[in-house]
């Protein structure tokens, strides 16, 4: 049973546009919602995170919304850059302060010059 | 400043082989991690640590063994490698709970 979903495989877009990427959990006692990045042949990278009080979390180009009613969060990133293109996962740690976390399948970007 | 290191980056391994994916840490995190990527899929975790001394179970740990003497390192064993143990297996530390977890490079482990 998948708690933390990708439905997107891929998703291209142009230089200079917004990309989003989508997620979606059907865990409620999730509370803590991370977006790390991955290159090819490299570990994925801390992108950006949003803890479940609140709904919107911005950092520079990078912003997570997150709707708990709808269990879906999302990741903008405005403008995209090509250096942008790489796998973008979504992760979700549960309550109580675990130490887990639960990962997505990812979603591949494509940012075309 | 090396951060997470994980070797070998490639191994090709035969069915029942045994063999240890090292992992080190220079960031003095007590915790650490040992995920899984099967392709076209998300990282599964296979077994954690809080500190030396503590490990746990994940959710795949069958097939596989940890050990955590000291802060730095995290060894991951396999005994009798089976071809579903094919995978990129990474390494990642973080300071607390629900911190950032840096990731390693990873090890591509082909079994045959």
């Known amino acids: 049973d998948q708690q933390v979903k990708q439905n997107s495989p891929s998703l291209s877009v142009q230089e200079g546009r917004i990309s989003i990427l989508n997620c979606d959990y059907t865990n409620s006692m999730f509370d803590y919602f991370l977006w790390y990045k991955k290159y090819p042949a490299e570990g994925p990278t801390f992108l950006i995170s949003i803890s479940s009080i609140k709904d919107k979390n911005e950092d520079g180009r990078f912003t997570v919304f997150l709707n708990k009613s709808a269990k879906h969060l999302s990741l903008h990133i405005v403008p995209s850059q090509p250096g942008d293109s790489a796998v973008y996962f979504c992760a979700a740690s549960l309550g109580g302060g675990s130490e887990k976390l639960v990962f997505g399948k990812g979603t591949k970007l494509t940012v075309n010059p | 400043n090396a951060g997470v290191t994980q070797t070998p980056k490639f191994r090709i391994l035969k069915i029942g082989q045994s063999m240890t994916l090292q992992c080190t840490q220079d960031m003095n995190h007590n915790y650490m991690y040992w995920y899984r990527q099967d392709p076209g899929m998300g990282l599964k975790l296979i077994y954690y640590?809080?500190?030396?001394?503590?490990?746990d179970k994940g959710e795949v740990p069958n097939g596989y063994n940890v050990s955590r003497s000291t802060t730095e390192d995290f060894p991951l064993r396999l005994e009798l490698a089976a071809p579903s143990q094919t995978s990129v297996y990474f390494c990642a530390v973080a300071g607390g709970l629900q911190e950032t977890q840096y990731f390693g490079p990873g090890t591509r482990l082909l079994v045959l």
């Open positions: 640590s809080v500190g030396a001394g503590i490990t």
